[in-house]
């Protein structure tokens, strides 16, 4: 037999949904629907968002080698030069029409190289979908994620990350963002070789859509990565539960298990 507080709490529960048509039941449940977003999101300003401070409390070393896969127009490379003004950034950006931007604010500075190409789990061409207004500098390659928005298929370059650092000769990534807008576990996929060799210090990905969190875990674990949400003023590290699979994002790092002593420190937090 059920406790009396777990029989309350079926009453309640049953309440509520047998009357969520009702106009105070359904404004309720909008009510706790944004205090959890609004718990589990902290904003896309990178600013506040904790990006900028996990970034520095990660990196060590005055000129880290950094990418920005996803690089957008370019604010997280900016963010990132003025923490590390010696680092090395390479900014990939699959749409040819926002690379040309990324190019027109960033192209000629020391320490940044722009690729107008994507990075995948293969080497080729792939579609993607392009919107217009506001949203121009946006794309998506699984899918249109703004259907109310006007968008086009477009066709681009994308190739692996290890192709990539086998020609350029990059031994180590220190910092590895991607912000694919739902393919960030296809590019994690095609730097399968130096993420088995822990050849990356750190990975900071997006997942808000396109696959579920535990995929991420089921690539990144083996490798001997530990993965967390990133909060505006600490890591929750830990282990998988399907709890996570609520798609509210937006961004997770990932950190070899054997750097422990930062990882507790990040865990416990920073002010803000």
Known sequence: ASSPAMRIKEAIWFFIHHHRRNRAVARFARLCKNIHRASEHPTYDIARNGESAVLARVVA????????VGANVGDWTVMARERFPQATVHAFELNPATAAQLTARLGGQPGVEIHAHGLG???????????SGEQSVLSGMRAPLHSSVPHRVERSR??????FCKERGVERIDYLKVDAEGADHEVLSGFG????AQRVGAVQFEHEGGRFLRDYYD???PKGYVLGKLYANYVDFREHDIDQEHFLGPNYL????????LIQRLKIGWPV
Do not use: H, K, N, Q
């Open 61 to 68: 070393g005055p000129a880290p080698m950094l990418f920005d």
């Open 121 to 131: 789990a293969t080497t080729g061409e792939v579609t993607f979908f392009a919107y």
């Open 158 to 163: 994308i190739r692996t990350g290890d192709e």
């Open 193 to 196: 070789e130096m993420l088995s």
């Open 219 to 221: 690539l990144l674990r």
């Open 254 to 261: 990932a950190l070899p298990a054997a750097r422990e002593d």
